[in-house]
């Protein structure tokens, strides 16, 4: 089948702090892979995405790389900001569903 | 353009009483779908449809139906509610019939709590 597990949080880190937010996969067929972030209060926003193995997504500062030998999707970003406090979401797109992580909070201090 | 709306914000039912969330979309996308947010299990889809007249279930569709009788509108129907269903529930529509690749915009949610 096909599902999504990602670090749990929350994260804490300090301002201009190096970011990883582990995710992995499972999945049948060659699915479609998303970051979405949701901040208090509103909808989930796309992030960044990648199609395919190997393509790299990036939006804002962060990146994202689908690697398929290691079912993961992890997110990065080198220096976080206060503004970005928020929870992310993994997610996978396959055969017209979305699957999604349970998410994960970050918290910047500045 | 308003892209996805939903209405009400807050809603508060009855064990065993009806209600429709309404879902209104005006970027004439194909796909639109319904899911649910829970503490600790991100987002689980309940139902989708991939144009008017088309709709499939998701992940967790007991007791809740759907219809798409046009482009824009994707309404979601409890039949009879239940503790179980209080959630914080996003509709959400996408370009494309299939979601590979495409881009899913979220309305801002529906609060429901059954009581």
């Known amino acids: 089948g096909n599902s999504v597990t990602q670090m749990e949080g929350p994260v804490t880190l300090s301002e201009e702090a190096f970011l990883t937010i582990n995710c992995t996969y499972t999945?049948?067929?060659?699915?479609?892979l998303f970051w979405y972030v949701q901040y208090p209060g509103e909808g989930l926003q796309l992030l960044l995405k990648?199609?395919?193995?190997?393509d790299k997504g990036s939006n804002k500062g962060f990146e994202a790389t689908y690697r398929k030998e290691t079912t993961s999707f992890h997110l990065e970003k080198g220096s976080v900001q206060v503004s970005d406090s928020a929870v992310y979401f993994c997610a996978l797109g396959n055969f017209n569903k979305f699957y999604f992580g349970s998410g994960t909070k970050l918290n910047v201090k500045p | 353009n308003a892209g996805v709306t939903q209405t009400p914000k807050f809603q508060v039912l009855k064990t065993g009483q009806s209600m429709t969330l309404q879902c209104a979309q005006d970027m004439n996308h194909e796909y639109m779908s319904w899911y649910r947010q829970d503490p600790g299990m991100g987002l689980r889809l309940i139902h989708y449809s991939v144009g008017a007249g088309i709709t499939d279930q998701g992940e967790v569709p007991n007791g809740y139906n759907v219809s798409r009788s046009t482009t824009e509108d994707f309404p979601l129907r409890l039949l009879s509610a239940a503790p179980s269903q209080t959630s914080v529930y996003f509709c959400?529509?996408?370009?494309?019939?299939?979601?590979?690749?495409?881009?899913?915009?979220f309305g801002p949610g529906t609060r429901l709590t059954v009581t």
């Open positions: 999945a049948t067929g060659y699915p479609s």
């Open positions: 959400a529509s996408s370009q494309s019939g299939s979601v590979d690749g495409y881009e899913q915009y």
């Open positions: 990648a199609t395919k193995a190997d």
